[in-house]
């Protein structure tokens, strides 16, 4: 599986942005997704998670109520709706792929086997 991320940015502190990751093969739905960020200097930390039938999803407490994760199984691809960011969301934010046929989702970058290239996103206060 290759995963694409797109759509980061950089925006003003309040703004919204909306990512994507588009995965290549034909087994998407079979996958657990996960939205992981990295800030300069820190570990690796998961944003957001959603299982592979797509009705169980996870947040991170600092974006509850602020990102919503989704997918697309038909256009393989799982985005992230990040609202009222604000510059401590600033990172390089990451997709990640795992192959699962649990219904379940996974928060730890040990458990993805595919990850995509990083989208860098900036929020200016």
């Known amino acids: 599986v290759q995963l694409q991320a797109s759509g980061g940015g950089a925006v003003q502190a309040g703004d919204s942005l909306s990512l994507s990751c588009t995965a290549s093969g034909r087994t998407f739905r079979t996958y657990a997704l996960g939205w992981f960020r990295q800030a300069p200097g820190k570990e690796r930390q998961s944003v957001a998670a959603?299982?592979?039938?797509?009705?169980?999803?996870y947040y991170e407490d600092s974006v509850k109520g602020r990102f919503t994760i989704s997918r697309d199984n038909a256009k393989n691809t799982v985005y992230l709706q990040m609202n009222s960011l604000n510059p401590v969301d600033t990172a390089v934010y990451y997709c990640?792929?795992?192959?699962?046929?649990?219904?379940?989702?996974?928060?730890?970058?040990?458990?993805?086997?595919?990850w995509g290239q990083g989208t860098q996103v900036t929020v200016s206060s």
């Open positions: 990640a792929a795992k192959r699962s046929y649990s219904n379940t989702y996974y928060t730890t970058t040990y458990d993805y086997e595919y």
């Open positions: 959603i299982n592979s039938n797509g009705d169980v999803t």
